[in-house]
């Protein structure tokens, strides 16, 4: 039986098997404007602000995590999801402060779509968390913590599919958080 605490646009959710995910940084089902287009931190021209994101009750075995945060409506705008944070996580940890993606040292962060020609920036500046930006209405994002049971050997400038090559056969356990930003 499947424990549900969380609903499609909360701060807390809870997996299967327990594993808990939440943020701070979303209130009454939105993300906070400051960690998008209408914040004040950018890195060239793109939000960057990185949300706030706690979790609790690994599964005993877990030897590091991955996060990505996707943006699955702006498929009918740009013709694919906009993953907007990839980043691999020591096993350690479990919190990532508020602008994490530019001050955490111990994170390993992959390129997400600001790197296509629809964002223009390089793959050193796509590799770092960037901000909701919806172009036509309201999106959800999709925040999604993996649980790993094996310390993923990718750099920096990694490619979502490499992540999803590298934790095949490796998840734990994981754990869905959604929220919606406004245009």
């Known amino acids: 039986m499947k424990k549900i605490i969380s609903v499609a646009l909360t701060t807390l959710s809870v997996s299967a098997l327990g594993f808990t995910l939440e943020s ?3 209130e009454n089902g ?4 400051k960690y998008g287009k209408y914040g004040s931190q950018t890195l060239n021209g793109v939000p960057s602000l990185s949300l706030p994101l706690k979790w609790n009750n690994a599964p005993k075995n877990t030897k590091s995590y991955a996060l990505v945060i996707e943006d699955f409506d702006a498929i ?3 013709g694919f999801s906009w993953i907007h944070w990839v980043t691999i996580i020591p096993g350690t940890t479990t919190e990532l402060k508020e602008n994490a993606s530019l001050e955490n040292k111990d ?3 992959g390129v997400n779509s600001w790197i296509s020609k629809m964002g223009g920036l390089n793959k050193s500046d796509a590799s770092h968390f960037g901000g909701p930006a919806p ?3 309201a999106h959800t994002y999709t925040i999604v ?3 790993l049971d094996k310390n993923l050997e ?3 400038g990694f490619y979502l599919n490499e992540l999803y090559k590298e934790m095949e056969g490796h998840i734990l356990d994981k754990v869905i958080l959604k929220g919606n930003y406004n245009k």
């Open 107 to 109: 994170i390993i962060q």
């Open 30 to 33: 939105y993300i906070q404007e």
């Open 154 to 156: 990718l750099k920096s």
């Open 76 to 78: 009918p705008v740009t």
């Open 24 to 26: 701070n940084g979303i």
């Open 145 to 147: 913590l993996y649980a």
């Open 135 to 137: 172009p036509d209405k």
